[in-house]
């Protein structure tokens, strides 16, 4: 979300702080960007096969406007040690909002978080296992759910409109890496990898169990907590994976966040347009300012 100036910017200067964090598995990677004088802190888990560096790109605008931001890298990623799966992601999650709210507690600054596409899911998850932690939550194209039945179910639907529209058949193995270079254009895929996760530090079976039927939020219900859904009415992600009318997705997240106010926005998954990025940051910060009103 770093496109045109908005006005009420200032510039601010800021620091990385970079850090490894004992847990039982190893450690975990995380940085914390520390402006000079913090609003608040902005806690972002990553995306799978995401990195540090990924969240502060995202999110340097909110950096820019004076909030401190923390954010790190799973289990099986980059530098951060341990086994990855499904499961791992929240564990992680938790453990380092733990380590947030120690710091925003003798810093005296709220945190704020913020999940875009399937890390809104270990964020949402976070915040029902440490319900006094965030005063507010934004919603960035977020998927609650991830199960192997969507992601066939989106594949083929995917594969049907490439033949429709190219008028040719795809091997199998060609037809999944046009799959995922659409559905995942910003993950660099090579061998042994995806993005900065090492596949040979996956816990294959485990995920795969995952996937069938996993819902860790199935009962979850942030009643008391406001919060913000951005969404793109033209999203490509979510109506292929999601396969959701406008009204059936927001009811969907409304069962989680009965305070859920939402925001629709033009333009694709990633907010790639400057005018959408702009458009997202005045509205994140008109609801991160709210909170102090």
């Given at each position: 979300?770093?496109?045109?100036?908005?006005?009420?910017?200032?510039?601010?200067?800021?620091?990385?702080?970079?850090?490894?964090?004992?847990?039982?598995?190893?450690?975990?990677?995380?940085?914390?960007v520390?402006?000079?004088?913090?609003?608040?802190?902005?806690?972002?888990?990553?995306?799978?096969?995401?990195?540090?560096?990924?969240?502060?790109?995202?999110?340097?605008?909110?950096?820019?406007?004076?909030?401190?931001?923390?954010?790190?890298t799973?289990?099986?990623?980059?530098?951060?040690?341990?086994?990855?799966?499904?499961?791992?992601?929240?564990?992680?999650?938790?453990?380092?909002?733990?380590?947030?709210?120690?710091?925003?507690?003798?810093?005296?600054?709220?945190?704020?978080?913020?999940?875009?596409?399937a890390?809104?899911?270990?964020?949402?998850?976070?915040?029902?296992?440490?319900?006094?932690?965030?005063?507010?939550?934004?919603?960035?194209?977020?998927?609650?759910?991830?199960?192997?039945?969507?992601?066939?179910?989106?594949?083929?639907?995917?594969?049907?409109i490439?033949?429709?529209?190219?008028?040719?058949?795809y091997?199998?193995?060609?037809?999944?890496?046009?799959?995922?270079?659409?559905?995942?254009?910003?993950?660099?895929?090579?061998?042994?990898?995806?993005g900065?996760?090492?596949?040979?530090?996956?816990?294959?079976?485990?995920?795969?169990?995952?996937?069938?039927?996993?819902?860790?939020?199935?009962?979850?219900?942030?009643?008391?907590?406001?919060?913000?859904?951005?969404?793109?009415?033209?999203?490509?992600?979510?109506?292929?994976?999601?396969?959701?009318?406008?009204?059936?997705?927001?009811?969907?997240?409304?069962?989680?966040?009965?305070?859920?106010?939402?925001?629709?926005?033009?333009?694709?998954?990633?907010?790639?347009q400057?005018?959408?990025?702009?458009?997202?940051?005045?509205?994140i910060?008109?609801?991160?300012?709210?909170?102090?009103e």
């Amino acid at each position: 979300m770093n496109g045109k100036p908005v006005p009420y910017r200032k510039a601010m200067k800021f620091k990385f702080e970079k850090k490894w964090l004992s847990m039982g598995s190893g450690h975990l990677e995380i940085i914390h960007v520390r402006t000079e004088t913090p609003r608040a802190i902005v806690f972002a888990p990553p995306l799978i096969g995401g990195n540090l560096s990924q969240q502060v790109r995202y999110f340097r605008s909110l950096i820019s406007c004076g909030y401190d931001l923390i954010t790190f890298t799973y289990n099986g990623h980059g530098k951060s040690q341990g086994k990855f799966s499904l499961g791992a992601t929240l564990k992680d999650t938790v453990f380092v909002l733990d380590h947030t709210c120690r710091l925003a507690e003798s810093e005296n600054l709220p945190i704020f978080g913020i999940g875009s596409c399937a890390a809104a899911l270990p964020l949402l998850y976070g915040a029902g296992r440490r319900p006094m932690a965030f005063s507010r939550l934004v919603l960035i194209n977020a998927i609650s759910q991830i199960r192997l039945s969507s992601i066939f179910k989106s594949f083929f639907a995917y594969y049907r409109i490439i033949f429709r529209h190219q008028n040719k058949r795809y091997n199998m193995m060609d037809a999944l890496r046009s799959y995922w270079d659409f559905m995942l254009p910003e993950v660099s895929r090579h061998k042994g990898a995806f993005g900065e996760l090492a596949l040979k530090r996956t816990k294959p079976l485990k995920i795969f169990h995952e996937t069938l039927a996993w819902n860790p939020l199935d009962k979850l219900r942030l009643n008391d907590l406001p919060v913000l859904c951005l969404y793109s009415r033209d999203d490509r992600i979510l109506k292929l994976y999601e396969a959701l009318s406008e009204s059936h997705y927001r009811a969907k997240i409304k069962r989680i966040c009965p305070q859920v106010r939402f925001s629709p926005l033009e333009g694709d998954h990633f907010l790639s347009q400057p005018d959408v990025r702009c458009k997202a940051l005045k509205c994140i910060l008109t609801f991160f300012r709210q909170a102090s009103e």
